[in-house]
């Protein structure tokens, strides 16, 4: 397993485009998370899936952005309608949780940066 | 709210030099703490983290970081760098049940010759 896979690694796109970002996480893993990193910035939290559940999102999910993760495996970041705020780098991570443990970390891919023109 | 605080935005240290970088959290409960590194235009690389136990924690690469409560710091440690270490750095708080992070806005660390 070579960890976790994102695709594309670089997007450019005219405003008002739509694109869709994918990642692939760690096989055996049941958790996958989206974070997005402006520059200078930290990542923060967008979204997050227990297998094929998407359990919460952040408040920095506007309505322009979908995640899906259908089987479980993959996932797919959807941002319509892009804007130039959009531009940024999207971080896919994935971590295993099997209760009753609560501590697990997570291991990240190396991101979509995603620049709108 | 959760918070990270990384109060140094970039520090210069000569190669062979102590480094520490400071991560002060503002958490409710016992944290999961973690130190991330990001070269440019990379992803995330987990140094170390803390759930429990002790509180002086070792990574990979060299580091460490010491977890002190009465401070609220989770402090990154490394006796000697080296020019490779050069990169963003990243300290952040996990909640129980791991649901996300919370990350501090980075210290940039330069080595200089």
């Known amino acids: 397993d070579t960890g976790v896979s994102q695709d594309p690694r670089h997007k450019i796109t005219k405003r008002g485009q739509n694109v869709t970002f994918r990642c692939d996480p760690i096989?055996?893993?049941?958790?996958l998370y989206w974070y997005r990193q402006t520059l200078g910035q930290g990542p923060e939290f967008l979204t997050y899936?227990?297998?094929?559940?998407?359990?919460?999102k952040s408040r920095l999910l506007s309505d322009r952005f979908s995640a899906e993760r259908p089987k479980g495996s993959f996932s797919t970041l959807e941002i319509q309608r892009t804007e130039q705020g959009d531009s940024a780098m999207y971080l896919c991570?994935?971590?295993?949780?099997?209760?009753?443990?609560?501590?697990?970390?997570?291991?990240f891919g190396q991101g979509t940066r995603l620049t709108v023109v | 709210a959760q918070s990270v605080t990384q109060p140094d935005i970039h520090i210069t240290v000569s190669e062979g030099a102590s480094l520490e970088l400071r991560c002060n959290y503002s958490?409710?409960?016992?944290?999961?703490l973690f130190w991330y590194v990001q070269s440019p235009g990379q992803g995330l690389q987990l140094l170390l983290k803390y759930f429990s136990g002790d509180t002086l924690v070792q990574g990979i690469k060299g580091f460490e970081a010491e977890f002190k409560r009465s401070q609220s710091s989770f402090n990154l440690r490394k006796p000697s760098v080296h020019w490779s270490d050069a990169a963003e750095y990243f300290c952040a708080v996990g909640y129980p049940g791991f649901q996300k992070l919370v990350f501090g806005t980075g210290t940039r660390l330069l080595v200089s010759p």
């Open positions: 991570a994935s971590s295993l949780r099997t209760p009753p443990a609560t501590n697990t970390e997570a291991f």
């Open positions: 096989s055996e893993h049941n958790r």
């Open positions: 958490y409710g409960a016992t944290p999961y």
């Open positions: 899936f227990q297998n094929e559940a998407q359990l919460e």
